[in-house]
């Protein structure tokens, strides 16, 4: 049997706003889109007792054996809606803790799998509660199109935005999301809580914020001289940085002006991993 291949695209927070704290988790609303930038999964069904999970590609090291995908099988296992075993590789191509949210795609886009392949069937409110067992992210990328996530934790999508050529930059280091999220002290108003494609819109994306970015730019002062650079790099629309970092991303409208403004970060910031790629 041949492997199916899934790509598994990278997540990107255009917006994020913390609202308040319940218990252990903060509670946030996001403008959310993703880009051409993705893991690719390959997944077969074997004869086995046990599934076969592997990372390869550059981005692979110091992946935990128990991971997002090991982690959704054993919730399934658990609950006893699969009975068959896979072989899964996945080529890490989105690097990790860059708020790029590759780990948690990379389940989704298998729940969606074995959903569709008719290896698992469940409704609507078992997919939700699966999805959040494995992580907060991982309903978000059931579906690979622009959203917004709201503080009531409701899902609006969209399709057909605009698009923007996008420099995605991280530096030698990640952010821990956990850590990150300790250090929060204050609380933004509710926005996003009548979701609107206008969310979308240029003029709206340029006034909206990461609230997460001056904990991260304070913890690691490199990146508010990163930041300061790629807002002079070839007159971007915006740079703003995706989750809890340590990515940032500087928003171009043409792909001209993005090539040119990579070719000269890299040049400038040899060490630096960079990619110019598109939203979807």
Excluded at 154 to 168: A, S
Excluded at 185 to 202: A, C, G, L, Q
Excluded at 208 to 233: C, D, G, P, T
Aim: proline share 1%; aromatic share 10%.
């Amino acid at each position: 049997m041949n492997f199916s291949k899934i790509k598994s695209f990278a997540k990107v927070n255009l917006a994020l706003n913390i609202i308040s704290k319940s218990s252990k988790l903060h509670n946030i609303e996001s403008l959310i889109t993703y880009i051409n930038l993705y893991d690719l999964i390959l997944i077969k069904e074997i004869k086995s007792k046990k599934n076969l999970i592997s990372f390869t590609g550059k981005f692979s090291k110091n992946i935990y054996s128990n991971n997002t995908v090991s982690k959704l099988f054993k919730i399934l296992d658990e609950k006893k809606l699969i009975s068959k075993k896979f072989h899964i590789r996945i080529i890490k191509n989105i690097p990790q803790k860059a708020g790029l949210g590759g780990g948690s795609m990379n389940a989704a886009n298998i729940l969606n799998y074995l959903i569709k392949k008719k290896f698992i069937r469940i409704n609507k409110k078992e997919i939700l509660e699966i999805a959040s067992f494995v992580g907060s992210d991982v309903i978000l990328g059931l579906e690979t199109c622009n959203s917004i996530l709201t503080s009531k934790n409701l899902i609006k999508r969209f399709r057909n935005c605009k698009k923007m050529h996008t420099l995605v930059i991280k530096p030698h280091f990640g952010c821990s999301t956990k850590e990150i999220f300790s250090e929060v002290n204050k609380f933004d108003n509710v926005k996003f809580n009548r979701p609107s494609k206008r969310m979308f819109d240029i003029d709206f994306l340029k006034e909206a914020q990461n609230s997460l970015e001056k904990i991260v730019i304070n913890k690691y002062s490199i990146l508010k001289r990163i930041r300061s650079y790629l807002s002079n790099l070839e007159k971007p629309i915006f740079v703003r940085m995706t989750g809890s970092g340590s990515a940032f991303i500087a928003y171009y409208h043409s792909k001209k002006q993005c090539d040119k403004a990579k070719k000269q970060f890299r040049r400038d910031y040899k060490k630096y991993w960079c990619i110019s790629s598109k939203t979807i």
